[in-house]
């Protein structure tokens, strides 16, 4: 039976998985995972780090390691970003690094207009001894699928990457869109002709932030992503505390097709510059039957000060007006 899911999952992946941006369920924490043009608009050095285990206790089920680091340059009124992601469902393995650059546009005292781009690199990897074909041989020494069209060894492919996008930031509100591609994989007979190609996927995120009391603020948010032809929705509350301590949660899809989970969120602030955060996907999607939630722990470090502005010079005092 586990070897029939190796190849549903090879199969359910290049469908649907293959085609679709890693998953976050905690993306109001990490605007920039998701769009270049966000490098450097926290005036200050920013890494993030996140873990995420999807569909726990389900073989094959994805796994993705993502870490970022982005900066600003005042001198030029830009910003600048790194990101490096690695993404694992089954037999297909995906890594991909990318540095971003992003140039902002002040409209007010309190808003800014950042216009990013990104290039990179990433490759895909097929891993054939990893599926299991029904005709297959795969006694001891033997090992042979039987199959023109699943590889027997690992295929690997890469190509460039570039991504795009535009962020509106204000100290009330977040507005961004991004584009970029999700690579596919493509199978022939006997491998031969093995490549990915690239299908765009726009994303739009939304956020507020409502002062509601002394020491108590909400954050509303929304993610949507779309290739054109299948599009998921994310809607997201939370609530911070004395800005040390916040939770909430989210509900992802909103069809009888795309209904995906319900998230709990909880975190808090380790110290003044490193907060903790874990989230737990209810799963609601008919996969609910095999699999146990998801989990994501993100942990994010900020300098929390200014950065690249030069060092001030010294105050000489004119002895006239002493």
Known sequence: MKYYLHLFLLLFASSLFGQQVPQFSMYSLNPYSFNPAYAGLESTLVATGVYRQQWSGLTGAPVTQHINA??????????????????????????????????????NRNTLLSFGFSAGYLQYVLDGTKLRAPEGTY??????????????GKERVGAPVFETGIFLLSKKYEIGVSLQPVFAAKLGSNAIGFAIKPIPHGIVYGAYNIDLVENLALKPSFLVKSDLVQTQAEIS???????????????????????DAFIIIAGLKLNDKTTLAYSFDV???????????????LLRYSLNKPIGVGKLPPIIYNPRFF
């Open 70 to 107: 982005h900066l600003p340059f005042y001198a030029i009124s830009s910003g600048v970003g790194i990101r490096l992601e690695n993404d694992v469902i089954g037999a297909h393995n995906t890594s991909q690094v990318s540095l971003s650059y992003d140039y902002h546009l002040d409209i």
């Open 139 to 152: 006694d001891d020494p033997d090992f042979s699928h039987n199959d023109l069209v699943i590889p027997e």
């Open 237 to 259: 509350l939370l609530a911070k505390w004395k800005d040390n301590i916040f939770a909430g949660s989210s509900f992802r899809g909103f069809g009888n097709t795309s209904k």
């Open 283 to 297: 799963p609601l999607s008919p996969l609910s039957s095999v699999n146990r939630g998801s989990h994501e722990l």
